[in-house]
Structures are given as structure tokens and as C-alpha cells.
């Protein structure tokens, strides 16, 4: 009798974590039998990777559900998996909620999904959303040597001690953990003799690592040793976790790429307080203007969450002029969203509408710094690593070192290749650019 592969289809919806946490789960999956497909329609298994972080993230989820409830009906066989954030907070509502699902796992457990998947197979049920004390990540300690993407995500330090006062993740991500060093170094080589070229250390609060001496610069100085290493990219971090070595790697590391997610939330010293962020908007100001002498072309990004409870018109101007004295290349805005569980949920909430005017203000100006930051661009070169042919044939894109998207007319292989590149246009999402060397 011959094995058929079992199809899995994995929708990942949220944070780079659940991006990197989707492909680990598939890993697992594969030694089960299961194989990748993008086509949800011919599944055996779809796992919904979730997010928590604000409420239509989460409510997509039984949205979802409600779309692949004709499949199931269709085919009793197909199992349904929720892991992710939701599955952590939510863990056995969600079955109440919607029977039909099979497994629930947390992104703390998915280790055990070998297990479960042979329960559910019996036409069990299995749940798993605890905080084990076995870490994941040793017992799925290798990964298959796949060919892979030349820009690699790296899980290496997980949950968050911040609890800030609007967020869940403390909650559902749990306590902060930092991966040994060198594991993430094993992990590393091995991306990179499959074909990776730039990885993106991830964490809830990744400059907080502490897995081996010097904190998260210390790991990026020794992940720099990896010969074909080229680039490495850290997200996200807190302004409190930027210590004086990591500032100073972004001077010094040549392969430290000069981007940096620093979110900073509110530009108001009283709603900074209010959401527990342990920093005035004029620390958060000394701390881009030391990173910025370490490297001075640095391209800055943060998030945003307008419309905190007790956010006056006068916090919001806060917000608004701390975005210009900055000046960002991108960032990410919030309406704030009350999360079940968080100091910030007990406080009234701003009426909707005065949330969406200062939304659109917000995005207003930020949108024009981004686009600036695109423009100015233009004539100068950057290195770009090249990730797959242009929708047009004869045209290669990538990223360049400020992870502005570029595209260049070029014949050939240039996947995993890295070149200097000439900015000759800015568009809104992306540049365009010739080949020099
Ligand atoms: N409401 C709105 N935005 C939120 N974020 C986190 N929690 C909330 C919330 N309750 C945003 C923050 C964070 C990003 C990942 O999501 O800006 O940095
Ligand atoms: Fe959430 Fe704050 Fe931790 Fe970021 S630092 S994950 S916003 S609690």
C-alpha cells in the first residue's frame, strides 16, 4: 500500500511570529504525513494560525470557521485546527463556540501536535493550552533541510514581562523566555546552508534577550560569524530594552541591517504612563537620537495605538508632533481595542468617531514620511537581496537594506544573490532600480 500525503492547508494570520511558528507547526505536520497545500478546498487538515492582539484579529477567526463549516459538512473527514494567540486565551470556548473544530494548541505546545493529530484521528477531541515546562523548541529540535526562502524568519526569545496596559500578549505569549544562544546559532547554519542569506531574529520583546553574554548584540556578533550569513534584522523591541552594546552593534555590525522597529505607542507623557510604557516620550526622543549617531541612516519604524482611554486632543498633538520630530520611514497605527483580561479594559472608551479622525490624521502624516523616506532614495545605491522574478518577465525584486521592496530589470537566476543597486524611481510601496554590481 502506498502512503498518500495528507494535504494541510495553514492560514497565518497576525505577527511574524505566527509566520515562523506556521512553518515549524507544517515541519511537525510533514512527520505526521501531511504536505503543504495552498488550496484549502483539497485539505484533509486547515490549522488557523490566530491572532489575539486586537478584537477583529481575533474575530476573524470565527468568521473563518463559519466559511469552512460548508467543507466539513461536505467532507466529515477534514480536521480542523485553531492554534495561535486565540487558542491560548480562548482554549475550549472556541469549541463551544464552534463544535466542529478538532484541535485546539497554543504557541506554547504545538510540540505535542504528533500526539493530538493521532487523537483527533480516532474521532477525539484535543486540546492543548497550557505553558509547558518543556520547551518546544528542543523537542523539535531539527528542522528538515528543505530549500528555503533566502530571507528567513528566527524565533529567538518568546512572551513579554512589559505588561503594558492595553495589551494581551503577556497573557497569551506568557513570560519572557530567551532561547540558548547556541541553538539559535545550529538553527541558523542551518537556514543558511538550505539557501538563506538575511534572518529576522523575532520576539515579543527581542532586544530583551538575554540567552548568552551581551544580550541580543552579543547573539547578533556571533550569528555575524556565520559565513553566508549577510543580513540580520531584529523586530520588535522596546525602547527600555536599546542597551548601550546593541546601540552600538548599529554602528559596528556591518551585517546589523539600518532598520529598527521601535515602537513607542503614544507621543504623550501622560498616556505613556497610562499604558505602562516606563518611558516619556523625551526618553524615547534620546534613545532614536543615539541610535541615529551610531548609525545615521537608519530607517526608523513604530506602531501606533491612538484613542487610549483618556486620550485628550492635546495627548493626540502630543503623538502627532513626536511623529515629526522623529520622522519615520513606516509605521503601523492602531484604533485602540479593548482586550478581556487588560488593566486597560476596566477604563471608558473614546467615542469611535474621535478615534477615526485622529486614525486618518495620524496615517496622513506618517504615509507622507514614508513617502519621503521612498523618494529619498531616489539616485542614491543600496545593496538588495533578490527573493523572486517580477510579475513582468525579466524583472527580479527584492529588499534593500532599509527593507524597501526593489525591482530591476534583469535576465537570469538571481535568487539568494545580493547586489548593489542603483534607486532610479520611488512608487508608493516600492523602488525601482538597476543592477552596478
Ligand atoms: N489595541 C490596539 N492596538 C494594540 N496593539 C497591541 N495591543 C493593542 C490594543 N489593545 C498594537 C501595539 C503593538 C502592536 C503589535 O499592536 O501598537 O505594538
Ligand atoms: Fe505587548 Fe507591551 Fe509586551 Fe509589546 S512590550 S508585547 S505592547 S505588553
Redesign the pocket.
Same mark, same amino acid.
Request: proline letters at 4%; glycine letters at 0%.
Given at each position: 500500500m502506498t502512503n498518500v500525503p495528507k494535504k494541510l492547508f495553514i492560514k497565518t494570520y497576525g !505577527?511574524q511570529m505566527n509566520v515562523y511558528d506556521s512553518e515549524r507547526m507544517a515541519e511537525t505536520l510533514a512527520g505526521q504525513g501531511y504536505e503543504t497545500t495552498q488550496d484549502q478546498s483539497e485539505a484533509d487538515m486547515v490549522l488557523l494560525n490566530t491572532c489575539h @492582539? *486586537?478584537?477583529k484579529a481575533a474575530e476573524k477567526l470565527y468568521s473563518d470557521l463559519g466559511r469552512i463549516k460548508p467543507l466539513k459538512v461536505a467532507n466529515p473527514d477534514l480536521k480542523i485546527a485553531v492554534a495561535g494567540c486565540v487558542a491560548q486565551a480562548e482554549g475550549e470556548e472556541i469549541v463551544k463556540r464552534a463544535p466542529m473544530v478538532d484541535l485546539v494548541v497554543g504557541p506554547q505546545s504545538y510540540h505535542r501536535l504528533p500526539e493530538m493529530e493521532a487523537r483527533i484521528q480516532t474521532g477525539k477531541r484535543a486540546l492543548d493550552t497550557d505553558f509547558p515546562e518543556d520547551d518546544k523548541f528542543e523537542v523539535m529540535k531539527s528542522r528538515p533541510k528543505v530549500a528555503r526562502a533566502p530571507a528567513a524568519f528566527l524565533t529567538i526569545q518568546e512572551g513579554c514581562d512589559k505588561f !503594558?496596559a #492595553? !495589551? &494581551? &500578549?503577556p497573557y497569551t505569549r506568557g513570560a519572557e523566555v530567551s532561547r540558548p544562544a547556541d541553538r539559535i546559532i545550529d538553527e541558523a547554519r542551518g537556514l543558511v546552508e538550505n539557501g538563506v542569506r538575511e534572518v529576522t531574529l523575532l520576539g515579543q520583546n527581542v532586544n530583551a534577550y538575554h540567552g548568552c553574554e551581551g544580550g541580543l548584540a552579543g547573539l547578533c556578533s556571533q550569528l555575524s560569524q556565520i559565513d553566508g550569513l549577510e543580513r540580520i534584522r531584529y523586530t520588535?523591541s522596546h525602547p527600555n530594552d536599546m542597551d548601550d552594546a546593541l546601540i552600538a552593534a548599529h554602528g559596528d555590525n556591518p551585517k546589523l541591517m539600518p532598520y529598527l522597529h521601535l515602537?513607542v505607542?503614544s507621543g504623550s507623557d501622560r498616556i505613556l504612563k497610562a499604558m505602562n510604557r516606563k518611558h516619556t516620550a523625551e526618553e524615547y526622543l534620546r534613545i532614536i537620537e543615539r541610535i541615529r549617531a551610531a548609525r545615521p541612516d537608519i530607517l526608523l519604524t513604530s506602531? #501606533? @495605538?491612538v484613542g #487610549?482611554p483618556g486620550e485628550t486632543d492635546a495627548d493626540f498633538e502630543d503623538t502627532m508632533a513626536l511623529v515629526r520630530e522623529v520622522n519615520y520611514g513606516m509605521a %503601523? $497605527?492602531?484604533? %485602540? $481595542? &479593548? *482586550?478581556p483580561g487588560?488593566p486597560?479594559a476596566e477604563k471608558p472608551e473614546l467615542p469611535l468617531a474621535v478615534m477615526d479622525e485622529r486614525l486618518q490624521r495620524l496615517q496622513a502624516l506618517l504615509k507622507e514620511q514614508q513617502v519621503a523616506a521612498q523618494e529619498g532614495m531616489v539616485g542614491k545605491t543600496t545593496t538588495v537581496l533578490f527573493e523572486k522574478r517580477g510579475r513582468t518577465p525579466g524583472q527580479w525584486g527584492g529588499k534593500s537594506e532599509h527593507l524597501h521592496a526593489v525591482h530591476v530589470e534583469a535576465e537570469g537566476e538571481l535568487r539568494g544573490e545580493i547586489h548593489k543597486v542603483e534607486i532610479l524611481n520611488a512608487m508608493t510601496n516600492s523602488l525601482t532600480g538597476r543592477i552596478i554590481g
Open positions: !505577527c @492582539i *486586537r478584537e !503594558c #492595553f !495589551c &494581551v &500578549v520588535t515602537p505607542q506602531d #501606533f @495605538i #487610549f %503601523y $497605527s492602531f484604533k %485602540y $481595542s &479593548v *482586550r487588560t486597560a
